[in-house]
């Protein structure tokens, strides 16, 4: 039954349970992480569409000064687009049983990730030592904080990685791991569409800008 | 492994596995201190927020002896009023309503009435609490460090809320925007829960639309929560930096205190935008759990079935979408397009239409009902009158140019005092007195509950009524003292005196309660398991209260909605939701 059918549903009319098979408990389980990773995504989205709001509407001030461009940040991107890659390879991987394959795949999106995030501490480094530096310049101070706020998160998203990368060893559950590398594989593709969404808005060009002269904003 | 038998009328599939393996714990600590399951999360959370809602009570209590008896109280100065108002309101609209509702109510009812045996995640469930119990922890340091709580007010609107001369502008308002995200990030934890148990663990035939009410509200409630938080948890966090790194966010270049400050070129506009991007959805946070409570005491209290459940249902979704839509109806002095006034004045007046269904639906379950006047159901009737006065007053309030010239006066704080203050806490305390025999397996005490509830329905309107009057004669919020002003008559002064003495004795009558709540947990009458001969899942549990795992060795099966209440021809004026058709003898038609 599609939610459409189940919020129509006219529950005062008949009595009888519904034909809904129970499912294995594993099962559920699963389902039930999954769930919660959608639900979990549904928040982080809307706190990055928060930071873009704001960023926006601090832009349609007169006074608003842009930050410079760092040519680094096309570097870090690719390098988090590789690491989402490595891991779509290992989804892929897990579900053929290709376990070698998988592993592979797992480790080079953690190495990836890892290198993206240092290449954001550079590019941080990087703006820190230019003359415009000015913390009061709130595009800076946007930059800093949203791309750690960011970064923050796949730095969570490395701590679930890394539970997951412990246990492809030795024996395992196929079933256990296999959710697993699906969850991370789905966070990390979330993330690097945010990232792509911040880095083509906020951080190279002014599209944003453009955006905004688009709708008669600013 | 627990098996049903199969027939194949009813079209219930044999249970194929075994169940879900729980967490057992085998001490003390480990059962009742850091527990898992929900049940005793659940009192924790409420005990907690109790607790800290006391201190938020006595602060009310300081403010309004300040301004009933001005002059008269040395250890009252503006810098503690201006703190005792910041904290009042903080707690009891975060600490206490957000928590009782949704950590509370939520934890207990959720699992019980969707047919679970606990939450999906009970580990990420116990940290929840903890995290909440240390953001609580947080807040009650400030009163104890070096200048004191914050006192910028519950909205913390920057520039003042972090510039000197503003009480507490240093670690009063460190601690308590930690405070707020600690309690943001231990919120998503339990909120995450309760969707995901709603969305995945309902027991066989719990369809979405056979869900009690008290389901849809928390359930929805917690989406809101969980999409509106993040909201302030980023302001939270841009107030910090502006406040300790010296960023721009919300801090233009000010001049304070006869020196300029660091900052250029920050919005505190932007500031309002995120605080009320939360701060609205937060009233439907508190009052849409309530409006699915109130609607199950109604139904169960007058032994008739909820009129307009569909209705209900998707009046509690709409409600929740549209708030997320009206937010800067808060902000309409603040300086705005005059199209985003029209456009968000017509979104809140939009918001009416779905509540009145709701309204309406109440009163039209009552109508011609077999009302039993039990505590639990006064507690509703009185939400139902308060809620009808406090969304009135909205009204006005919704509208750029009845709101203007009331803006920040008293009528504005007997309004929000009114709908979402006092009625959602009738709501609680009817809550309570329904759920409480489940919980203990005792019966408060009915004569207690009555004193209690007429002292506090006809107090708050005692306190807040002359309220309204004071505000339209301009009397102005968050004021220490109002003096040197013509427009203020003596009789404003004297009826401030009165609020003062209705607003301590209905604090007093609480004591009551709570007295109730001791005495009856060990003298009170044995409620059995279903004292108010209850159609949902939470009274049909073998055992009362409901031992870990909620439903002993056999999860309940669900054959109907939650509503078959005086179903004509059926035997009892009830028939539990796992009660199938063939064993409600005598249901005629209704099967």
Request: proline share 5%; net charge neutral; charged share 10%.
């Amino acid at each position: 039954m599609n939610l459409f059918q189940q919020l129509t549903a006219k529950p005062w009319l008949a009595a009888g349970a519904a034909p809904e098979d129970l499912r294995h408990p594993d099962e559920a389980h699963r389902a039930a992480k999954k769930s919660a990773l959608w639900v979990f995504l549904a928040v982080v989205g809307v706190l990055f569409m928060l930071l873009v709001f704001a960023y926006g509407g601090r832009m349609t001030y007169g006074d608003w000064r842009p930050a410079p461009q760092l040519k680094l940040l096309w570097a870090n991107t690719f390098v988090l687009i590789l690491s989402s890659v490595a891991l779509q390879w290992a989804q892929v991987s897990v579900r053929r049983g290709q376990m070698d394959a998988m592993r592979v795949g797992l480790l080079a999106g953690g190495a990836f990730t890892v290198v993206f995030l240092f290449g954001q501490l550079l590019a941080w480094r990087q703006l820190g030592t230019m003359g415009y530096f000015d913390v009061t310049n709130p595009a800076i101070a946007f930059f800093y904080l949203i791309t750690g706020i960011h970064g923050l998160h796949l730095v969570g998203g490395l701590v679930a990685w890394g539970r997951t990368a412990a246990r492809v060893w030795g024996k395992f559950d196929v079933a256990a791991i296999r959710q697993s590398v699906e969850l991370c594989t789905l966070y990390w593709h979330f993330l690097l569409g945010v990232w792509l969404v911040l880095f083509g808005l906020l951080f190279t060009g002014n599209n944003l800008d453009l955006l905004l002269k688009l709708c008669g904003i600013r | 492994m627990s098996y049903v038998a199969h027939d194949a009328s009813i079209l219930v599939p044999p249970a194929e596995v075994e169940e879900v393996e729980l967490y057992h714990p085998k001490t003390f600590v480990g059962k009742y201190i850091w527990s898992q399951d929900a049940k005793i999360i659940a009192i924790q959370y409420a005990i907690t927020a109790i607790g800290i809602g006391v201190v938020a009570l006595v602060l009310s209590w300081l403010m309004r002896l300040q301004l009933g008896y001005p002059d008269t109280f040395s250890f009252i100065d503006p810098s503690n009023y201006l703190q005792f108002v910041s904290l009042h309101g903080m707690i009891m609209v975060i600490y206490l309503l957000t928590a009782l509702f949704l950590g509370g109510f939520g934890n207990y009812l959720i699992p019980l009435m969707v047919g679970a045996r606990d939450m999906v995640f009970p580990y990420v469930n116990m940290v929840s609490y903890w995290v909440y119990l240390f953001a609580v922890l947080l807040l009650g340091a400030s009163f104890f460090v070096p200048g004191g709580p914050t006192g910028a007010g519950w909205t913390l609107y920057p520039p003042q809320a972090i510039l000197a001369g503003t009480p507490g502008a240093t670690w009063g308002i460190i601690l308590m925007l930690v405070s707020l995200a600690f309690f943001i990030i231990g919120f998503t934890m339990g909120g995450l829960n309760y969707v995901v148990t709603v969305l995945q663990a309902r027991t066989r035939g719990m369809t979405l639309m056979r869900m009690p009410l008290t389901v849809w509200g928390i359930f929805t409630a917690t989406i809101l929560a969980l999409l509106a938080f993040p909201a302030l948890f980023v302001s939270a966090i841009m107030m910090l930096l502006d406040l300790l790194l010296g960023t721009s966010f919300f801090m233009p270049a000010i001049v304070s205190m006869g020196e300029q400050a660091g900052h250029t070129g920050g919005s505190p506009v932007l500031f309002q935008h995120l605080f009320w991007f939360f701060g609205h959805p937060e009233v439907y946070i508190v009052a849409l759990p309530a409006f699915g409570i109130v609607s199950d005491l109604i139904s169960v209290h007058a032994r008739k079935n909820i009129f307009g459940y569909r209705m209900m249902v998707w009046a509690i979704v709409i409600i929740g979408a549209l708030s997320f839509v009206v937010w800067a109806h808060h902000m309409y002095v603040s300086g705005m397009n005059p199209y985003f006034g029209f456009f968000f004045a017509t979104t809140t007046l939009i918001i009416a239409i779905p509540t009145a269904l709701k309204v309406y639906n109440w009163v039209l379950t009552l109508w011609r009902g077999n009302i039993h006047l039990t505590v639990p159901m006064l507690f509703a009737i009185g939400f139902v009158f308060t809620f009808i006065n406090g969304g009135l007053t909205g009204l006005f309030l919704g509208n750029p140019t009845v709101s203007m010239p009331l803006s920040d006066t008293m009528f504005v704080v007997a309004h929000f005092h009114m709908v979402m203050a006092i009625a959602p806490i009738l709501v609680v305390f009817g809550a309570i007195y329904h759920w409480y025999p489940k919980i203990t397996g005792r019966m408060l005490d009915d004569t207690l509950g009555k004193i209690h509830f007429w002292i506090t329905f006809v107090g708050s309107y005692g306190i807040y009524y002359p309220m309204h009057y004071l505000g339209m004669m301009g009397v102005p919020r968050r004021y220490y003292a109002i003096t040197g002003t013509d427009f203020i008559t003596e009789s404003a002064h004297s009826v401030n005196v009165g609020i003062t003495i209705a607003a301590l004795i209905v604090g007093a009558a609480q004591l009551v309660f709570f007295y109730n709540l001791v005495r009856s947990y060990f003298k009170g009458k044995p409620s059995g398991d279903n004292p108010w001969n209850a159609t949902t899942l939470e009274w049909q549990t073998p055992d009362t209260p409901p031992k870990h795992g909620n439903f002993g060795a056999t999860l309940p099966l669900v054959y109907r909605w939650a509503y078959d209440y005086s179903v004509p021809g059926a035997d009892q004026d009830f028939i539990p939701q796992n009660v199938p058709p063939k064993e409600a003898a005598g249901s005629g038609g209704k099967t």
